[in-house]
Nanobody
Framework: QVQLVESGGGLVQPGGSLRLSCAVS????????MGWFRQAPGKEYREFVT????????YSADSVKGRFTISRDNAKNTVYLQMNSLKPEDTAVYYC?????????????????WGQGTQVTVSS
């Protein structure tokens, strides 16, 4: 069974940085595209943040381009989300997800496995 575990969330001031990690076990990580999504307070949907394919292709939402960077380490079965220049509107629960097709989709329904989420709060 594939399991995803996020870590690295917390409270940070506006303009600060955080790095989220997502460790994957129980599957063939190198075959998966990996994505990050977030769910803001009061919102019922998970918003696409960024994704990385099996070959390293990345794509990010306009709202985070130039500030957030996704990367992966296949030797460690881990995907990372480096978040810089954080804004209060980045406050959300952040989820990582795995897509077994490797196509790096942007819709949450196209992902097969999800982590439990980690809270990121940007506030002074």
């Amino acid at each position: 069974q594939v399991q995803l575990v996020e870590s690295g969330g917390g409270l940070v001031q506006p303009g600060g940085s955080l790095r989220l990690s997502c460790a994957v076990s129980g599957g063939t990580f190198s075959n998966y595209a990996m994505g990050w999504f977030r769910q803001a307070p009061g919102k019922e949907y998970r918003e696409f943040v960024t994704t990385i394919g099996t070959g390293g292709y990345t794509y990010s939402a306009d709202s985070v381009k130039g500030r957030f960077t996704i990367s992966r380490d296949n030797a460690k079965n881990t995907v990372y989300l480096q978040m810089n220049s954080l804004k209060p509107e980045d406050t959300a629960v952040y989820y990582c997800a795995a897509d077994v097709t490797g196509w790096a989709p942007v819709l949450p329904n196209d992902y097969n496995y999800w982590g439990q989420g980690t809270q990121v709060t940007v506030s002074s």
